[in-house]
Every structure is written in structure tokens, then in C-alpha cells.
């Protein structure tokens, strides 16, 4: 299929949205009442200060004195994780507007991908736009587009493979973030399409921008380390880094979407869709949140395991979602929809596995 006929799904305009427009009356009477910025606080900018500072002096901990590989493994796991971090908390936040309510600074923000290796304008369209609106819409979220040895969602082919990918799926996870700085990039930069939705147009300094942050990482991450550490040093660290913040990243972002309380919805062959849900009724029932009393994990994922309150609010900063969730909980409630939640990070993990599981026999 070509870009030019993608037809994108349509949500049910003609009923309203009742629900939204009233928990989005509810959530502003709130910011308004306490008085409160729906941007980042002081609590994002010490956060993003403690993770970009904690980045920085491990890579050049590294560099600087060259340690052994064996007592430099704990400061590549540590990039590993402290990718993740940054993605989760500065870079997401800022990619959506919500970092500040200056526009440079989440420019700033939502730029720190780039030097993780990433591209912001192809996170962008495929985070922002795609998965946003059409979450967990087959052959549409990319999200769910995981390629032949992953079966996340009902409308997806099965293979003979795939009965064994709940036992295989953390390797894959774990080769995310390689696959995702070295080829999808460029695969959606040269195809010019997010899976069958069609980018726009790329400015020429956007064009310029895309292969000079992408030439920076491969100086910072592949040339520098590899010259001052030596090919085999730089090769297995870097793999560790890589690793750790693949499946990270992967695993948070799974436990929202692709768990058995969460639905998915199958288009047609010519991509056309009308559903009866309004777009915030539809987000509700394929979003879950998961480990919300966690205060550890809610600092560090950016909020992310409010993904609910993400999905319906994506403009607001992270750190107001555990107060807001309480005005989502109770508008549900009111308007009979579900909210997806999971008490804790472990429960939310084995729903993912029997998900998995369930989609290689079923």
C-alpha cells in the first residue's frame, strides 16, 4: 500500500464527546482553582539536571580514564538506564509541549533524543500523531507494528514462531533501541512514511538537521569510544548500554498498551475505520496504568505508568498525573467507562507475558 491512499480511522464526531468535554472542564476548573502551571515545576527541572548531569559524567568517566571493561560495565548499564530516564522524563515532555511554558525549552527538552541517538522528527510523527490518535489500531499504531517475530494484537498473522515469543520477547526488547538509532530512522527517513501513514514534507533544514544529529551520535557513541577504548571495550559496552535502555524503554511502554485488559481494533483491508467512540472513550479502553502508589517508579518513568492520564491529557506535564488521575477516576465512574489499572509493576508485567502468550496460540 502507498502512502497516497492511506485513508486514516475516524472516531464518532456526530455524538460529541461528552466524556471528554467534561473531565477536560473538570481538569482545568482544577488547575485553575490551585492555581498551578499545567507545564513542568521545579520537580521536572531538578529531575532532567540530576539524569543529563548523571549522563554526562558517566560518558565522560569513561572516556576521560579509559577504566577496564570490567570496571566500566556498571557505568554502561547506568548510560543504559540513564537513557532511559532522559527519553521517559525530559525528552517526552518536551516533545509533547508539556516540559515548559516556553517554547524553546521544550524544543530543548524533546532535542535530547537526538543526541541519545534518536530522531525528534520521526518520534514526532510516530509518537505524537500516530500513536496518540490511533492507539492500538492495527496496521495504523506503529507501536504494535512489531515485525514478523512479535504477534501483539488479534488482527495480526500468526506464525508457528510465536507460540514461544512469551519466552523470546525481553531479547527483542532488548535490541530495541540498536534497531531503533540504526535503521527504523532511517527507514521511515528514506520511505518517507511512519508504518502507512505518510510524514510531511521535511523542510531543507530539517533534512540537514536529521543527518547532523545523527552524524554527532555515531562521533559520541561509536567513533570517540571506539578510538579511545579500543573496538572489543567499546563493542560489548555499548551493546550493554543499549541493551539495558531497549528493554527499558520497551517494557514501559508494553505494560500501557499490550495487556489483556486493554482492546485492540482491526481496520479494514483499505485501512478505512469508523468506530462508535468518541477519541477520549477510545483511548481509555486501550490505555492502562499500572504501579501507581509506586513514588520511585512514577519519578522515573516521567509518569509514564499513568498513561491513561498521558493519553487523554498529553499537553500537561507528568508530574500533575497522580493528582489529575483522581478527577479521571471519579468522570469515569460517572460515564460507566473502565479504567484500566494495575496495582503493581509486577502484575502489569505478567499481563503483558499472558497477552503474548495468548496471541502465539490463539
Known amino acids: 500500500m502507498t502512502s497516497t491512499n492511506f485513508r486514516a480511522p475516524r472516531f464518532a464526531p456526530k455524538k460529541g464527546q461528552p466524556f471528554y468535554q467534561e473531565l477536560t472542564h473538570r481538569v482545568n476548573a482544577y488547575f485553575q482553582t490551585e492555581g498551578l502551571s499545567k507545564k513542568g515545576n521545579a520537580r521536572l527541572y531538578i529531575k532532567t539536571a540530576i539524569l543529563v548531569i548523571g549522563m554526562v559524567s558517566s560518558y565522560l568517566s569513561i572516556i576521560i580514564f579509559q577504566p577496564s571493561l570490567s570496571s566500566a560495565l556498571g557505568l554502561w548499564v547506568l548510560m543504559g538506564i540513564l537513557i532511559s530516564g532522559i527519553g521517559f522524563n525530559t525528552m ?171 482492546d485492540f481494533v482491526s481496520t479494514s483491508e483499505d485501512q478505512t475505520l469508523e468506530t462508535d467512540d468518541e477519541w477520549a472513550v477510545h483511548q481509555m479502553k486501550t490505555t492502562a496504568n499500572f504501579a501507581m502508589g509506586n513514588k520511585f517508579l512514577t519519578w522515573f518513568l516521567g509518569g509514564l505508568n499513568y498513561q491513561v492520564e498521558h493519553h487523554l491529557f498529553p499537553r500537561i506535564s507528568h508530574v500533575h498525573y497522580p493528582d489529575i488521575s483522581k478527577i479521571v477516576k471519579d468522570t469515569c465512574e460517572e460515564f460507566n467507562i473502565t479504567y484500566n489499572e494495575f496495582k503493581t509493576f509486577a502484575s502489569a508485567y505478567r499481563s503483558h507475558v499472558s497477552h503474548l502468550k495468548q496471541m502465539g496460540i490463539a
Open 92 to 262: 517526552h515532555d518536551g516533545a509533547h509541549g508539556s516540559f515548559s511554558n516556553h517554547n524553546w525549552l521544550n524544543e530543548m527538552a524533546a532535542h535530547t533524543v537526538n543526541f541519545l541517538g534518536a530522531s525528534v522528527l520521526m518520534w514526532k510523527t510516530k509518537h505524537n500523531t500516530v500513536h496518540h490518535t490511533f492507539t492500538n489500531i492495527e496496521g495504523v499504531d506503529d507501536d504494535i507494528e512489531a515485525g514478523s517475530l512479535l504477534r501483539m494484537a488479534p488482527g495480526q498473522k500468526r506464525l508457528k514462531i510465536h507460540k514461544f515469543q512469551h519466552l523470546y520477547f525481553s531479547a527483542l526488547y532488548a535490541l530495541l533501541y540498536i534497531y531503533w538509532v540504526l535503521y527504523t530512522d532511517y527507514k521511515k527517513y528514506f520511505s518517507k512514511k511512519i508504518g502507512q501513514v505518510p510524514l510531511k514534507p521535511l523542510t531543507r533544514f530539517q533534512h540537514i538537521s536529521f543527518w547532523a544529529w545523527k552524524a554527532l551520535h555515531l562521533g559520541l557513541f561509536v567513533g570517540l569510544p571506539m578510538y579511545s577504548l579500543g573496538f572489543v571495550h567499546w563493542l560489548i559496552g555499548f551493546f550493554i548500554m543499549s541493551a539495558v535502555a531497549g528493554f527499558v524503554l520497551s517494557i514501559v511502554f508494553q505494560l500501557a498498551h499490550v495487556v489483556d485488559k486493554t
